[in-house]
């Protein structure tokens, strides 16, 4: 299975920007599905964005649409997560998953998880 390294991250104001970063270990990053999640205290793991293997196809969470962005560079075997205007609700762990010809919408459908990220937004 892929092995992904996950950076970015940290604390920032409502209406602040950051991104997150997953970097694969092979080569064949091209034929992975890539998706970012979420898991706040309490909660359990929810789907924030998804991209296709080939970057032609984005998926996104109605509460993140419009502000968050998903995309990936297969040359350099990394995928993004560029969050704008975000907001206290965002506060999570985001966590980056990779399955192999699969989009991954779904926790139980990713093969292969990231480290995980802590994402704190202050008031």
């Known amino acids: 299975q892929v092995q992904l390294v996950q950076s970015g991250g940290g604390l920032v104001q409502a209406g602040g920007s950051l991104r997150l970063s997953c970097a694969a270990s092979?080569?064949?990053?091209?034929?992975?599905?890539m998706g970012w999640f979420r898991q706040a205290p309490g909660k359990e793991r929810e789907f924030v964005a998804a991209?296709?293997?080939?970057?032609?196809?984005?998926y996104y969470a109605d509460c993140v649409k419009g502000r968050f962005t998903v995309s990936r560079d297969n040359a350099k075997s990394t995928g993004y997560l560029q969050m704008n205007s975000l907001k206290p609700e965002d506060t999570a762990v985001y966590y980056c998953?990779?399955?192999?010809?699969?989009?991954?919408?779904?926790?139980?459908?990713?093969?292969?998880w990231g480290q995980g990220t802590q994402v704190t937004v202050s008031t």
């Open positions: 998953g990779g399955e192999k010809w699969i989009v991954p919408k779904y926790p139980n459908t990713v093969a292969s």
């Open positions: 092979e080569r064949t990053f091209n034929t992975y599905g």
């Open positions: 991209i296709s293997w080939d970057g032609g196809s984005t």
